[in-house]
């Protein structure tokens, strides 16, 4: 459960405390009540199998693959794949490989449906890119939708990632893209669905891993 949960669910809690002491009636106890076991469960954070397998990719994201696809970025080529997050699906953000954290950059923005393509462009998101332990860039995307008001992130540039860690998250209805080399492997395709951290989205044919990276992760775990 994120905190974020038991913050919204016991304060309206204690308002329906409070109505039910007025009132003694549930016609102005129940919607509290509702909508703080509607918090409980939409903040849930369930745990995860990270897959151990050099080259993969995992979801940053759970909900539903909208586009797989080819972009000129100003840094070259890339592969991004999109992720709809409705307010049913954890909204819990993972980051998608194991390497350092290299830059997070976060812009304000519109809200439009998260849906819409333009969103990848025009809505409040928060950027990171991490140097993968593997020897590539990857970057991901976290977008603020239609009903998302808040962007959630954990972490700072410096810090060192596992593959499927937890980030942060965003609240409500929103979108997560993920940007690859060009050459990485999709596997999956529009109308899939995902889980962060255990469905894996993509492959990349890796060199070794890079010593100095890997040497950090270590340091990080004693």
């Given at each position: ?149 808040r962007i959630v992130f954990n972490k700072r540039p410096g810090d060192y990632l596992e593959r499927g860690e937890r980030v942060g998250l965003i609240k409500f209805g929103s979108r997560t893209d993920i940007l690859l080399p060009a050459h990485a492997e999709p596997l999956v395709q ?33």
């Amino acid at each position: 459960m994120v905190r974020d949960g038991y913050f919204y669910g016991l304060a309206l809690a204690a308002v329906a405390a409070v109505l039910w002491g007025f009132t003694r009636t549930w016609f102005w106890v129940f919607p509290p009540l509702v909508l703080g076991a509607f918090f409980l469960w939409f903040f849930r954070d369930p745990g995860r199998t990270i897959p151990t397998e050099r080259g993969l990719i995992v979801s940053p994201a759970d909900g539903k693959v909208t586009e797989v696809v080819h972009i000129k970025t100003p840094d070259g080529d890339r592969l991004r794949v999109s992720i709809f997050l409705s307010i049913f699906d954890v909204h819990v953000n993972r980051s998608p490989v194991e390497g350092v954290l290299r830059e997070v950059r976060y812009r304000k923005g519109e809200y439009l449906n998260a849906l819409n393509p333009e969103s990848a462009v025009r809505n409040e998101q928060n950027l990171a890119v991490v140097d993968c332990i593997e020897g590539y860039q990857i970057s991901f995307v976290q977008i603020a939708g239609l009903l998302a008001r808040r962007i959630v992130f954990n972490k700072r540039p410096g810090d060192y990632l596992e593959r499927g860690e937890r980030v942060g998250l965003i609240k409500f209805g929103s979108r997560t893209d993920i940007l690859l080399p060009a050459h990485a492997e999709p596997l999956v395709q529009p109308g899939d669905r995902v889980r962060g951290g255990a469905s894996i989205v993509a492959r990349i044919a890796a060199p070794e891993a890079d010593p100095m990276l890997a040497a950090m992760g270590a340091e990080m775990l004693v």
